[in-house]
C-alpha cells in the first residue's frame, strides 16, 4: 500500500484518515476503521449499521485496491450499530471475527442486551433507542477469542483492552507507537443523544451514548484506563477523530466528574447496573419512568426519522426483549440487585477475596 496514495483517496470520499495506516469510514451515525500494516495487510474494526456491506467494500477497495480482503474483522462490540455488516463480510471474505468472551452470548444469539434505557433524556437519539433492534446476531461460525496476551490478530504494533460498562465485553484498541486508540463507544466525541450533535459533527469528548449503557460504574473505571494511556489520537464509534492537549485534557475531566458529565441524571441503571455473566444477561434493574412527555418524544423521533431508518427496518418483534421463560426464571422483579447477593450459587464477583461493597458501582451515588 502507498500510504500517501491510500490517504489521497481516503480523503475524495467517505471515509476520512484517522491516524497513519487507520482510515474511517461513517456509516450513517456510526465509524467503522481499516487499519493496516506497514506492508498493506490490514483489518477491519467494525462493520456499521446493517446494510453497509456494498459501501464498506467500496472504501475497502479504493484504500487498498480491489479484491483486497482483510487478515481479520475485529469487533469492539456488538450493538447493532457495530455489526451490520459483520455476517455478509466474513463470509464473502472469509476471515475470523473476533470478539471479547463477555460479548459472545450477544454474537452467538444466545442473549440480548440489556434492555436500552430511553428514559436517560438528552435528545431524540435517546427517545428513539426503543426502537433500536435488541436481538442478538449469530456469527458463532466465525467467531474467534481475542488472544489473551493482548494482541490483536492481523495487525502489528497494537494491543486489545477490555473497556466494559457501554456493553459487557466492549474492547478499544491502542498503538503504542504513536499512541493512537481505537476506542469504540467506550468514550465518544460528540453527544450522542442529540440530533443536532449528530448533524453537526462537533468534536468533544463525551462518555457513551447512554441509552445503551448498562453498567455506569464499570464505564467510568474504563473512560479512567483509556485516559491513562494518554493517547494522542482518538478515534471513536461516533463522532470525529480527536488529538493532543485537547483530548487529553477533556479526557482528564471526563474522568474527574464523569458522574456529572456522562452518567445520566435519572435512568434504569443510573443506581444498579444490569447483571451479566458469560452466558449473558442475568438480571436488570426494573424500568425508570420515562420523565418525558409523549409528544416530546413523538417530535424527537419525527425529526431524526432520516438517520433511523436502519434501525427501524430492524426493529425488534419482540418489544420487551425479556418475555422469555429464561428472564422469568432469572429476572427477580422488583427486587433491587444487591452485590453481595449469590446468584446461582456463586457470587457475582468472581473473586470473593475482592469482595469489597466499597469499591463496587452499586456504592456510586
Ligand atoms: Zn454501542
Ligand atoms: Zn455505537
Redo the contacts with the bound molecule.
Keep these: 500500500m502507498e500510504t500517501t496514495a491510500a490517504q489521497q483517496s481516503a480523503n475524495q470520499r467517505a471515509t476520512f484518515t484517522a491516524a497513519p495506516r487507520v482510515f474511517g469510514l461513517k456509516t450513517v451515525f456510526v465509524n467503522l476503521y481499516f487499519a493496516a500494516n506497514p506492508d498493506g495487510s490490514w483489518v477491519l474494526v467494525d462493520t456499521g449499521v446493517p446494510g453497509s456491506a456494498g459501501k464498506i467494500r467500496e472504501a475497502a477497495a479504493e484504500i487498498f485496491g480491489s479484491n483486497s480482503r482483510p487478515r481479520a474483522i475485529i469487533l469492539t462490540?456488538g450493538?447493532f450499530?457495530?455489526v451490520g455488516a459483520v455476517k455478509e463480510l466474513a463470509e464473502e471474505w472469509d476471515v475470523p471475527v473476533y470478539a471479547h468472551q463477555m460479548e459472545f452470548p450477544y454474537l452467538t444469539g444466545q442473549s440480548n442486551y440489556p434492555p436500552p434505557d430511553p428514559s436517560v433524556g438528552g435528545g431524540a437519539m435517546a427517545y428513539l433507542s426503543f426502537a433500536y433492534p435488541k436481538k442478538p446476531i449469530n456469527i458463532k461460525n466465525r467467531l474467534e477469542l481475542l488472544p489473551p496476551d493482548g494482541s490483536v490478530p492481523g495487525l502489528g504494533g497494537w494491543r486489545w483492552l477490555h473497556t466494559p460498562g457501554?456493553?459487557p465485553g466492549h474492547i478499544s484498541l491502542f498503538r503504542e507507537e504513536d499512541r493512537t486508540l481505537i476506542a469504540g463507544?467506550a468514550f465518544v466525541t460528540r453527544n450522542g443523544e442529540s440530533a443536532m450533535a449528530v448533524m453537526t459533527q462537533k468534536r468533544e469528548v463525551h462518555g457513551?451514548?447512554a441509552y445503551?449503557t448498562p453498567d455506569w460504574g464499570a464505564a467510568h473505571h474504563s473512560v479512567e484506563i483509556l485516559d491513562n494511556l494518554r493517547p494522542e489520537i482518538a478515534a471513536t464509534?461516533h463522532g470525529l477523530p480527536m488529538h493532543g492537549e485537547e483530548l487529553r485534557q477533556q479526557l482528564d475531566r471526563l474522568v474527574q466528574d464523569f458522574w456529572l458529565l456522562a452518567v445520566p441524571k435519572h435512568g434504569r441503571y443510573v443506581h444498579e447496573p444490569a447483571v451479566v455473566d458469560e452466558y449473558g444477561v442475568v438480571s436488570v434493574p426494573p424500568p425508570a419512568g420515562n420523565p418525558v412527555p409523549t409528544v416530546l418524544a413523538v417530535a424527537g423521533a419525527v425529526a431524526v426519522a432520516g438517520l433511523a431508518w436502519a434501525a427501524l427496518a430492524k426493529r425488534s418483534k419482540n418489544g420487551s426483549g425479556y418475555s422469555s421463560e429464561r428472564s422469568a426464571r432469572r429476572r427477580p422483579v422488583q427486587r433491587p440487585y444487591s452485590h453481595n447477593r449469590v446468584l446461582r450459587t456463586r457470587p457475582v464477583t468472581a473473586d470473593a477475596s475482592y469482595d469489597n461493597p466499597t469499591e463496587h458501582t452499586n456504592n456510586y451515588p
Aim: proline fraction near 18%; avoid cysteine.
Design positions: 462490540h450493538h450499530d457495530h457501554h456493553s463507544d457513551p451514548p445503551f464509534g
